[in-house]
């Protein structure tokens, strides 16, 4: 099992962080299947939250606008689980690795990517995912110690990519 998070210490810079990386594994020819995260800041009032499926598209809208004034979570469950099932439909027909932008709160109470995390496992296909200090235990419970904790750097996560990548090619040939 290769899988690894990473978590920034800024908000939404793991997004950034992980939108990047997918861009460049793209242009390196690299065949990526998931979401990464992409925030708009809204004026007086919490950014809109959308996913971009990788490869390719779409990108679909996660947060419900809730009032400039609401303090409770925003994430559309709806959304969130169209993503998931597009993200398992395409895992199915084949990636390389699989990038999942946060192993959030939906994912700690057994919903969400979980599934899809599973699947990938199974299937012997690389994950990377961001998470977050609210969650990390959970995710630690669900994955167990194999996870490998990158620091949220670029260059550090790449390689931990190519390396993967390249072992997962030296098994197939």
Do not use: Y
């Amino acid at each position: 099992m290769q899988i690894a998070c990473t978590m920034s210490p800024g908000r939404g810079d793991t997004d950034l962080l992980l939108s990047r990386l997918a861009k460049t594994l793209a242009a390196r020819g690299h065949t990526t299947c998931g979401t990464v995260q992409i925030n708009t800041e809204r004026g007086g009032g919490p950014c809109d939250m959308d996913v971009r499926l990788l490869p390719n598209g779409p990108t679909l809208r996660i947060s419900q606008d809730l009032g400039a004034s609401s303090k409770g979570c925003r994430l559309d469950p709806t959304a969130l689980e169209t993503a998931v099932g597009l993200v398992q439909s395409r895992l199915k027909k084949g990636a390389e690795l699989l990038i999942i932008n946060k192993f959030g709160k939906h994912e700690a109470g057994g919903r969400g990517f979980r599934t899809v995390i599973a699947d990938a496992i199974d299937l012997g296909i690389p994950v990377l995912l961001g998470v977050n200090a609210l969650n990390l235990t959970a995710f630690q419970e669900f994955i167990g110690p194999e996870v490998v904790h990158l620091t949220p750097s670029e260059a550090t996560i790449l390689r931990w990519c190519e390396a993967v990548l390249a072992t997962e090619h030296q098994a197939a040939s």
